[in-house]
């Protein structure tokens, strides 16, 4: 089997169960937007985080392969039939415990902070506005999406943006206030 299918040279792709839609279908460039952010998420991993961070930004990275899943299968055929492309309220729970875990680890916030600080801060910072362009995506779909994945992205930025701020925090990097 090649990597390449020639089947998207005329500028459209198959959604699960075979329906064909364009490349700038929204439904599609939801799931695209989902995509890079994991692909960000791989960078975050790529750039010497602590085992326990990488352990848990590798579970929100199979998370995203099943938010996007769910993305590309609008008929509702996987989810039922393959229960690791399913996201659920237990996903969102677990990311408002680690949102609370290391937001623990910072001073409270006073003003707004710039993003930057260490390389595996900023790219967490660079991931959470990728998943605020992913939610403004999704939200945007007709018909709507399961809510559980407004959910899960929505808290997911707010866990990224902890999740910054605690590495540079780790890290020594002083946070620069706006």
């Known amino acids: 089997m090649t990597l390449y299918t020639r089947t998207g040279d005329a500028g459209e792709t198959s959604l699960f169960g075979g329906t064909r839609a364009r490349k700038d279908d929204p439904r599609v460039d939801a799931y695209g937007e989902v995509d890079e952010l ?9 750039s010497a985080i602590e085992p326990a961070i990488d352990a848990e930004i ?7 392969f099943a938010l996007g899943a769910q993305l590309a299968d609008p008929a509702d055929r996987l989810a039922p039939r393959v229960t690791k492309a399913v996201i659920t309220d237990d996903q969102v729970t677990r990311l408002e415990q680690l949102i609370d875990r290391f937001d623990a680890e910072v001073p409270p916030l006073r003003r707004f902070i710039l993003a930057g600080g260490t390389p595996a801060g900023a ?4 991931a959470r506005t990728v998943c605020r362009r992913a939610e403004r995506r999704i939200v ?4 709507p999406v399961d809510p559980v994945l ?12 902890a999740l910054a701020r605690a590495v540079n925090h780790r890290g020594g990097a002083p946070e620069t206030e706006w």
């Open 150 to 161: 407004v959910r899960y992205v929505n808290r997911l930025s707010d866990l990224l943006f």
């Open 38 to 46: 994991n692909a960000w998420l791989g960078l975050v991993r790529a």
């Open 140 to 143: 945007s779909l007709q018909p």
């Open 123 to 126: 790219a967490l910072h660079v």
């Open 58 to 64: 590798a579970a929100i990275q199979r998370d995203l």
